[in-house]
């Protein structure tokens, strides 16, 4: 069960634009919803309402800032879950044979009648995709919407995973990256699409979009303010000089 | 990662118990009835007590049972079969040794080997981890071992190897700190390449996801005391190779003295394996600029 298959069917997966991402965390909350009343068990919260709440994601949005010597910086939100590894190092580690990548199409998966709740594998994963759920006690990670994406039972425009069908600003792509016609493996191609951490070996499938080029960085940066040379007069004058002397 | 007291129980505890079960095995010391069975009962007591100590982490220990099925690619599973079937081969070959005065070379030798694969096992749960750069290398199961074989030379009383082993122990976690240091620099990871944003310039976190904590966080990115590593070290090798090495070479050894250089050694034990969690950086940290 935990032995990775060498080559899957599909390649399902996203395609996350960096460049369109506006940090609203819809896909958090949406993913939070669904998955919180559908697979397995729910997306439990400690203490919600108390001081110190903490809960269970299985994507966080976090924003970076890049900046080059001498330029602006660049604000980048940047939307995090199960990158569906081709060479995923959560499924062989697991002991039970609850962790396992399917070979139709690529999706990683828990089994939680499985799972001893160990953790073992979200030490294994570079990406802190998988989180152990502290009310169930086993692991919760993405799904790729695995209840939604062959449920004929939906309406066809909602046969994709919950994030991607939330995103307002249409900065999540869902597709088949085993097919190079498909639309996720064209804007890959297009659009320079890149792994993270491609130093762990894990070939993720999901691919970031990096932010497009900006023709110039700097250009909406405004000259700095003179400094203030001339004699201040009037009350302000009297409180500046007052101030002075004290 | 964070330093979860069952886990440091259990590989220090069960650590020494295999440890003495490879002396044991050997037919170290050489005694028999009571005392063969007192030797015994600590081994078997220091690992069992170790292996149940692993499970209270679990947050589901009811599907416990399914943790032996994995062993063609689970460093965790391949440990607790092992552990089961190191126990299963001591417990004869010593009932056997002990109360019926038969002790059988060939079997004491299986269960020091397997003693020992247990050990290995432990340690790869962790040496084979890319993503927490300190422990992915050779001298943590080599470290594991060495730990265990001179923690058993102390127990089963083999002063002259338990030396020699203590000195090894001292020089290699002596290399493991000072290249763990920078293992995760070396490891080639940065907040660039686990943003891919490293294109852009310089990236740092502008905003977390999230104000309040998270498993993440407390699980892999465990900052919590390590200020203090740098004395903690000193202390652990003080305790755990020096002390006990000079109690040996400067006193005439007796009960009185290996019950000094048991607790020297395992408090020395406990911080060296305190530290070996709470200062393992795990790339995860670096999304949280973090480490």
Known sequence: MTQLPTSTEKKLGLVIDLDTCVGCHACEISCKGWNTVEY????????????????????????????????????????????HCEDAPCVPVCPTGASYKREEDGIVLVNEDKCMGCGLCAWACPYGARELDQMAGVMK???????????????????????????????????????????????????????????????????????????DVNGTQMPALEAQSEEITGFLGWLDRTLEKI | MHPAPSVIIFSTISGLGFGLMLFLGLGLPDVNG????????????LAVIGLLASTFHLGNPKNAIYAFSQWKTSWLSREGIVSILTL????IYATLWAFMDMRIPALGYLASALAMTTVFTTSMIYAQLKS??????????????????????????????????LGLVFAFQSLAWMQGDTALTRSGSSIETATGLGGLGKVRLLEKPHSGKNYLLQEM??????????????????LVALLPALLILLTEVNHVIVAVIMLSHIIGLFAQRWLFFAQAEHVVGLYYDAR
């Open chain 1, 40 to 83: 397995g068990a729910p997306l439990s919260d400690m203490d919600a309402y108390g001081g110190d709440p903490s809960g269970t994601f299985l994507n966080r949005v976090h924003t970076f800032e890049a900046k080059a010597e001498g330029c602006a910086s660049q604000t980048v939100h940047f939307p995090k879950s199960c990158l």
């Open chain 2, 88 to 91: 299963g081969t001591f417990f």
């Open chain 2, 221 to 238: 990115v465990y900052v919590v005391g390590r200020k203090h590593a740098a004395k903690l070290r000193v202390l652990s090798l003080l």
């Open chain 2, 34 to 45: 009571w005392v063969a069975a007192v030797f015994a009962t600590v081994a078997l007591g």
């Open chain 1, 141 to 215: 990670k993405c799904t790729l919407c695995v209840d939604r994406i062959y449920n004929d039972n939906l309406p066809e425009e909602d046969r994709i995973p919950s994030c991607v069908r939330t995103c307002p600003a249409g900065a999540r792509h869902f597709g088949d990256f085993a097919d190079p016609e498909s639309n996720v493996s064209k804007l890959v191609a297009e659009r320079g699409g890149m792994d993270l951490m491609p130093e762990q070996g894990t070939k993720p499938v999901n691919k970031y979009l990096p932010p497009r080029p900006k023709a």
């Open chain 2, 132 to 165: 927490v750069p300190r422990w992915n290398t050779a001298v943590t199961p080599l470290l594991f071992l060495l730990y265990a074989a001179a923690g058993g030379a102390l127990l089963s009383n083999q002063m002259t190897v338990a030396l020699i082993l």
